[in-house]
């Protein structure tokens, strides 16, 4: 599966952005996909996942309220809505497919595969 993340840029603090994660395989409708995040100078860290039919998804405590994620799967694509942004929010955003959903699924050491990232950058 590959998978080609899009949608970053600028914004400023209170603003929204939508992330688009587009996946190669038709397998994808079978598949947890996660949004990952890293900043700077910090580890990647788990940001929303979402279960293969949508009715199941998970969020890190700092993005509850603010980011939605959702998927098409008639597209092969997960988006991730994100609004009311902060500064904290700045890093490079990945996505990310899984294809167990067992355990801790929407984790970092479930994902099979990975995209490349986009810059997400929040002024202040």
């Known amino acids: 599966v590959q998978l080609q993340a899009s949608g970053g840029g600028f914004v400023q603090t209170g603003g929204s952005l939508r992330l688009s994660c587009e996946a190669s395989a038709r397998s994808f409708r079978y598949a947890v996909m996660g949004w990952f995040r890293q900043a700077p100078g910090k580890e990647r860290e788990s940001v929303a996942a979402i279960s293969w039919s949508g009715m199941t998804t998970y969020y890190e405590d700092s993005v509850k309220g603010r980011f939605t994620i959702s998927r098409d799967n008639a597209e092969n694509t997960v988006y991730l809505q994100m609004s009311s942004l902060k500064p904290e929010d700045t890093a490079v955003y990945y996505c990310?497919?899984?294809?167990?959903?067992?355990?801790?699924?929407?984790?970092?050491?479930?994902?099979?595969?990975w995209g490349k990232g986009t810059q997400v950058t929040v002024s202040s």
């Open positions: 990310a497919a899984n294809q167990d959903y067992v355990g801790r699924w929407w984790a970092e050491d479930a994902m099979d595969y």
